[in-house]
């Protein structure tokens, strides 16, 4: 327990990925089964734990100690299972001598039934160092909350046994926690474990971003053309009565889109667009699709304010044939045959894009038909469909992102290689009357520039510096004085948590235009009417 | 005598009436006792300055050799006599040279301990329990979710990080004087036997404290000279102040190491930037607060120096009198 106590803490303050896959990969190499794999359960949201409600917490402690000092504990740190973890009144030095697994504690606390629940969980408290009951506490009452998304723990396995990510992905479904086959087969022990499972996740297919001189080397006529449409990229498999719909990386998330998964009436794998709307009159914007997304159930409401639907793009499995080595038009025939027999407001095809020439295709890039489109996407006749980003048979090619000229507010110290850096800026543009504009901010964005760049921004943030609050600078932005960042962004929605109304996707400094005064940067009006 | 008659709190410090004599002044004054040499506790400026040798030396170091009018220095456990008060110097256990003061009149015995710990530490002398009427004690980490670590565990957490991350340079925030000396001579007691990087704030300190017996191992100053700006793999000792500066551009890919007995609260880290917290700190923790004020058998506590609500609170609890004791000027300094 003492070394996952000391993973989850090194984890909440590591912030470059690479990092905190060393700090995974080198836990799983140290510890033994079965806790590496309870430790990968709980990272990765899988471990099944009865839960505890912070009330209950709260009362245990309460009997425990002085409210008072409680009180005053409490309101320092601000956080609860971290108040619990260092006020419990135990012995450090004994915790240490006697120290838990991971495993046993797990073992216990699924042990409990409700009445003893409570109990078990302070009887293990009393013998745990202070992070150790600190990650105890985080299992129990539910989020661990450490920036490791399950992802990262897969790419962590991945390196852990030197195989491909995708692999891991694939295999992930049929695997149950503590993972004891899979550790068997990455630490070479045993082989790879069987897919087992019923629809299991194929890992998808990507493609690379169109850049210069990539279309000279490449026949219009040996490519097919596709929009890309702006929504989240799924897997929707229904084999053998068992249906998922699965996010592109693999995870399965079914349990929020019912409407979608009873409609899967078919056996089948396919890849394709998770949108909202009405196909084919009307597609909603991400930030309609936003209201469906990151949720474990969805409330009925929901269901009928925003319907799902899948775009369909590929066919990876028909009945009990696997698809993906047959080229790609032969896969986009099955692919119309059989969306022509699904429910057409849960399915449709992602139309072909004809076109003759680069030429004709740039344009429609740039002038796509439905706001929905971000771009195009070119995927080569013959090819197969395998997992991974293989340079050549996809290419994705975007229509240029939106830009706007924003005023420098705030800067925020880095992290890592930038911790001696103002890197992190938050930028705002004009609002309220003509002769008296103020500044609203509008989004924050901490790359896009160059090192150089960064060298002349944490420069200016340092000689503009008008207030300082912790990591936080407050840059002097006047209409007369203030620093003009081109950003750019991909697209924007509303927003009630922003004061400015509305939030970005992914914004980044695509420009310092020192040259501009910061009166001519543009006004909040410009956003609001880029919106829908 | 009323304990107030013997010592009570004025703008400039605790004063003294009978004796004459401010401890820990803020301001400069006649007659001043120092407990010990952070700049919160020890200023320049006094006419007359009685403080341990080696606080002497550490205020001389850091304000020149005029810091006073006249210095005398106070062996630790001997009594001295001024207008027929006695003052006793005690060890604090806080940093090197600290002292908790003892002032004794007709019988009646009130010990001000200035900052104190009692975790062990390799470069200063133990904290001694005193018995007393009144324990007047600092409260910087006075709430019962300060409760610090062994720090050889901590040294072990920053040694087991260099080793997974031999491509960075580990950059230990720690104050000049006692923080930064002790964490170095930790590693060295670890078995760290590389030379390690210092900033030029720390060099004065660093020799004296060499000079006084004290093997900090081989130090190096971290400038990039020859070195080609990289560190990599390498522990750097400097002030948390320059962590945050230009200063730490040299290092390669940086890991942020505090070693601070602030760094208990993931918060206080995650606001620093701090990727390493190291809870390694020169002050008492709620344990030690609570246990040392047991220990002096005192019957009343006058509480200063930060979080006075709680520690009198548990008095309360505990049925000893306690009481916020209200200095001015005083700020953190020291962790």
């Not at chain 1, 990925?17 to 990272?43: E, Q, S």
């Not at chain 1, 969980?121 to 105890?136: G, K, P, Q, W």
């Not at chain 1, 498999?237 to 929020?256: N, P």
């Not at chain 2, 003892?102 to 470069?123: C, Q, W």
Request: charge should be negative; include cysteine; glycine fraction near 8%.
């Amino acid at each position: 327990m003492q070394a996952f106590a000391e993973l989850l803490d090194r984890l909440v303050l590591t912030p470059a990925r690479n990092g905190k896959l060393r700090l995974i990969v080198d836990y799983f190499r140290a510890t033994p089964d079965p806790d590496r794999g309870l430790a990968l359960a709980a990272i990765t949201g899988d471990l099944d734990i009865p839960s505890v409600k912070p009330a209950m917490l709260r009362a245990l402690v309460m009997e425990r100690m002085d409210a008072v000092l409680f009180a005053y504990s409490y309101d320092y740190v601000g956080d609860l299972a971290e108040t619990v973890s260092l006020v419990w009144p135990a012995s450090e030095e004994a915790a240490e001598a006697n120290s838990i697994r991971l495993s046993e504690a797990v073992a216990q606390l699924r042990s409990a039934g409700r009445a003893d629940g409570p109990a078990v969980l302070v009887r293990l408290l009393d013998r745990m160092t202070i992070s150790e009951r600190f990650a105890t506490i985080k299992l129990v009452t539910g989020g661990l909350r450490i920036g490791v998304s399950a992802r990262l723990a897969k790419q962590a396995l991945a390196d852990f046994g030197g195989v491909d990510v995708t692999e891991i992905e694939e295999l992930w479904h049929g695997l149950k926690p503590p993972y004891r086959e899979l550790f068997g087969w990455l630490t070479g022990k045993t082989g790879k474990p069987k897919l087992l499972a019923a629809a299991p996740f194929r890992p998808v297919m990507l493609s690379n971003p169109v850049q210069d001189g990539d279309l000279e080397k490449i026949d219009p006529a040996d490519y097919a053309a596709e929009w890309k449409w702006d929504g989240i990229r799924v897997q929707a498999v229904a084999e053998k009565g068992v249906r998922r719909l699965y996010s592109r990386t693999g995870d399965d998330i079914s349990g929020a889109f019912p409407d979608l998964v009873e409609a899967m009436a078919f056996e089948a794998a396919l890849d394709g667009e998770l949108l909202v709307g009405h196909p084919p009159e009307h597609t909603g914007t991400f930030s309609d699709l936003q209201q469906r997304l990151n949720r474990k159930t969805v409330p009925t409401k929901l269901v009928g304010q925003y319907p799902v639907f899948v775009r369909c793009y590929d066919i990876l499995r028909e009945g009990k044939e696997d698809t993906r080595a047959l080229p790609f038009m032969e896969r986009r025939k099955r692919l119309e045959a059989l969306v022509a027999t699904l429910d057409p407001s849960r399915f449709d095809l992602s139309p072909i894009v004809p076109f003759d020439g680069w030429a004709t295709l740039d344009a429609l890039r740039h002038a796509p038909p439905h706001p929905v489109i971000e771009g195009v996407m070119l995927k080569r006749l013959d090819s197969a469909y395998v997992p991974g980003r293989p340079k050549g048979p996809w290419f994705k090619w975007k229509r240029d992102p939106h830009v706007v000229d924003a005023v420098l507010m705030y800067a925020q110290r880095g992290h890592g290689k930038r911790s001696s850096f103002y890197s992190d800026f938050t930028f705002g543009v004009w609002s309220g009357p003509e002769d008296a504009p103020v500044l609203v901010p509008v989004g924050k964005a901490y790359f896009g520039f160059t090192d150089e760049e960064l060298r002349l921004l944490d420069k200016y943030v340092r000689d503009n510096t008008v207030e300082r609050f912790g990591p936080v600078r407050s840059v002097r932005a006047e209409s007369k004085h203030g620093l003009v960042l081109e950003i750019a962004f991909e697209g924007l929605a509303r927003s009630k948590r922003h004061r400015s109304g509305v939030a970005m996707r992914f914004p980044r400094i695509s420009r310092l235009r020192w040259d501009k005064p910061a009166n001519e940067a543009d006004r909040i009006e410009t956003l609001q009417a880029m919106l829908d | 005598m009323q304990p107030h008659e013997l010592l009570l709190p004025r703008p400039e410090g605790l004063y003294c009436p009978p004796g004459d004599f401010f401890i820990d002044p803020v301001r400069p004054v006649e007659r001043a006792l120092i407990t010990h040499g952070h700049s919160d506790h020890a200023r320049s400026g006094h006419r007359h300055v009685l403080a341990t040798r080696q606080t002497l030396d550490i205020m001389a170091l850091r304000y020149g050799g005029d810091f006073a009018g006249s210095t005398q220095a106070a062996a630790l456990g001997e009594t001295v006599s001024l207008n027929g008060v006695s003052v006793g110097f005690h060890p604090a256990g806080h940093v090197l040279g600290s002292a908790q003061i003892a002032v004794e009149n007709e019988g009646l015995r009130i010990v001000a301990s200035g900052d104190y710990k009692r975790a062990a530490d390799p470069t200063c002398a133990p904290f001694e329990v005193v018995p007393c009427d009144v324990f007047i004690t600092e409260a910087t980490f006075a709430l019962p979710v300060f409760r610090h670590p062994d720090a050889t565990r901590e040294i072990a957490t920053l040694l087991k990080s260099v080793e997974q991350f031999p491509e960075r340079a580990h950059l230990v925030g720690a104050y000049a004087l006692g923080k930064a000396e002790r964490v170095i001579r930790l590693l060295r007691d670890a078995g760290y036997e590389r030379p390690i990087f210092i900033h030029g704030a720390l060099t004065k300190l660093c020799e004296y404290y060499q000079e006084q017996g004290f093997d900090l191992g081989p130090l190096e100053p971290a400038t990039v000279e020859g070195r080609g700006g990289a560190f990599a793999g390498e522990i750097v000792v400097g002030p948390p102040s320059a962590f945050a500066d230009r200063w730490a551009r040299r290092f390669a890919d940086p890991v942020a190491c505090f070693a601070s007995g602030w760094m208990r609260i993931r918060q206080r880290a995650r606001q620093r930037g701090v990727e390493l917290p190291l809870v390694i700190s020169d002050h008492a923790d709620w344990d030690e607060l609570t246990a040392t004020i047991r220990e002096t058998g005192a019957g009343e506590i006058w509480v200063t120096h930060g979080r006075e609500e709680a520690l009198v609170r548990w008095c309360e609890l505990a049925g000893i009198v306690g009481r916020p004791l209200h200095l001015v000027g005083y700020e953190d300094e020291g962790d």
